[in-house]
């Protein structure tokens, strides 16, 4: 049964990165016992191929390239069950000009003019609001103010 979990939670691994607690709950939902799926996850992390820094890096990485902004992958992050600390070095290391990619996400959905009508800029900011963007970030983005 333990070759069973590992060879799982293998598969799993290599599709895409996992955090320790999104893999562990996944092979809870597998019905595998608790002490296997704890010694797998164990081992997975004394191997190095599960590392919850590496995902951060990764998460960051892609969420950030799908035009979602920091606080929204902050979030995602947590109920991924990822530490506060990874999730801040990741988000430090990896130097997004987070006022430029609100910019980016803007121009894409909406063109490069500037809403000159209230209710358009209201649905530009709500956009990048759901998006995950600070209020400065949108109010840059958007209306051209920078802090």
Same mark, same amino acid.
């Given at each position: $049964?333990?070759?069973?979990?590992?060879?799982?939670?293998m598969n799993m691994l290599a599709r895409r990165e996992h955090s320790v607690f999104?893999?562990?709950?996944?092979?809870?939902?597998?019905? =595998?016992?608790?002490?296997?799926?704890? /010694? *797998?996850?164990?081992? %997975? *992390?004394?191997?190095?191929? %599960?590392?919850?820094?590496?995902?951060? /890096?990764?998460? *960051?990485?892609? +969420?950030?390239? +799908?035009? =979602?902004?920091?606080? @929204?992958? +902050? $979030?995602? #992050?947590?109920? @991924?069950? *990822?530490?506060?600390e990874l999730i801040s070095d990741a988000i430090e290391q990896s130097e997004i000009?987070?006022?430029?990619?609100?910019? /980016?996400?803007?121009?894409?959905? =909406?063109?490069?003019?500037?809403?000159?009508? =209230?209710?358009? +800029?209201?649905?530009? #900011?709500k956009f990048l609001q759901y998006r995950g963007f600070s209020h400065a970030q949108?109010?840059?983005?958007?209306?051209?103010?920078?802090?």
């Amino acid at each position: $049964m333990l070759a069973k979990t590992y060879q799982s939670a293998m598969n799993m691994l290599a599709r895409r990165e996992h955090s320790v607690f999104e893999l562990t709950c996944k092979l809870q939902q597998k019905d =595998f016992p608790s002490e296997l799926i704890q /010694e *797998v996850i164990e081992r %997975l *992390v004394a191997d190095n191929l %599960l590392n919850d820094e590496r995902y951060a /890096e990764a998460y *960051v990485r892609i +969420r950030s390239a +799908r035009g =979602f902004g920091l606080q @929204r992958i +902050r $979030m995602e #992050m947590k109920e @991924r069950g *990822v530490a506060s600390e990874l999730i801040s070095d990741a988000i430090e290391q990896s130097e997004i000009d987070w006022n430029e990619l609100a910019l /980016e996400v803007k121009s894409k959905k =909406f063109g490069e003019q500037p809403a000159e009508e =209230f209710a358009l +800029r209201a649905k530009q #900011m709500k956009f990048l609001q759901y998006r995950g963007f600070s209020h400065a970030q949108i109010n840059a983005a958007v209306i051209g103010l920078d802090d």
